[in-house]
Antibody, heavy 125, light 111 residues
Framework: EAQLVESGGSLVQPGGSLRLSCAAS????????MNWVRQTPGKGLEWISR????????YYADSVKGRFTVSRDNAKNLLFLQMNSLRAEDTAVYFC??????????????????WGQGTLVTVSS | DIVLTQSPLSLPVTPGEPASISCRSS???????????LDWYVQKPGQSPQLLIY???HRASGVPGRFSGSGSGTDFTLTISRVEADDVGVYYC????????FGQGTKLEIK
């Protein structure tokens, strides 16, 4: 069974940095694009980042572009989100989610599935 | 940027009755004249979001047949044929074309 487990969330001061990790198991990690999605307290979901299978291409929401960096280690089945210049409005639960699969015939998209349980980042002085 | 607008934002439903949620996109989500890159997710209380429907109408593995997705291009609908108490949660549409945006969410509650 495919499973994702996030870690690294904590309390950090405004302007600080934090690195989140997402450990994947139960599937061939290197064949899938990966996404980060966040949820601010009591509010909706916000897609924030995606990385392709080799890590060569990344995408970001405007709200985090230039401050956050997504990367992956396929040898260790790990996804990362480096967050710099953190602001109060970055306070949220951060989820990782599996995306498109790279197949011999190209990409195969079947939604974001599964999702991890989330890790809480609190930006406050 | 693509904007998704859901309606209604609150949906009280009697068990056994049908329910529908609309999702309208500011741009067409059709790719290659074949697939619309529009998904539906539900977040039940205290849980992570889970996939219901992908590419407009494909039901994810394990999702009951009373959930269905329809639409193409810019207008999409999630329909629950007979609502059950366990369906309580917030339902989100998401576009995965450029490269990702969620709708505001629709809170389904039982009357």
């Amino acid at each position: 069974e495919a499973q994702l487990v996030e870690s690294g969330g904590s309390l950090v001061q405004p302007g600080g940095s934090l690195r989140l990790s997402c450990a994947a198991s139960g599937f061939i990690f290197s064949r899938f694009e990966m996404n980060w999605v966040r949820q601010t307290p009591g509010k909706g979901l916000e897609w924030i980042s995606r990385v392709t299978t080799e890590g060569s291409t990344t995408y970001y929401a405007d709200s985090v572009k230039g401050r956050f960096t997504v990367s992956r280690d396929n040898a260790k089945n790990l996804l990362f989100l480096q967050m710099n210049s953190l602001r109060a409005e970055d306070t949220a639960v951060y989820f990782c989610a599996r995306g498109r699969e790279l197949t011999e015939r190209g990409g195969s998209y079947r939604g974001l599935d599964p999702w991890g349980q989330g890790t809480l980042v609190t930006v406050s002085s | 940027d693509i904007v998704l607008t859901q309606s209604p934002l609150s949906l009280p439903v009697t068990p056994g009755e049908p329910a529908s949620i609309s999702c309208r996109s500011s741009q067409s989500l059709l790719y290659g004249n074949v697939y619309s890159y529009l998904d539906w997710y539900v977040q039940k209380p205290g849980q992570s979001p889970q996939l219901l429907i992908y590419l407009g109408f494909h039901r994810a593995s394990g999702v009951p047949g009373r959930f269905s997705g329809s639409g193409s291009g810019t207008d999409f609908t999630l329909t629950i044929s007979r609502v059950e108490a366990d369906d309580v949660g917030v339902y989100y549409c998401m576009q995965a074309l450029q490269p990702g945006t969620f709708g505001q969410g629709t809170k389904l509650e039982i009357k």
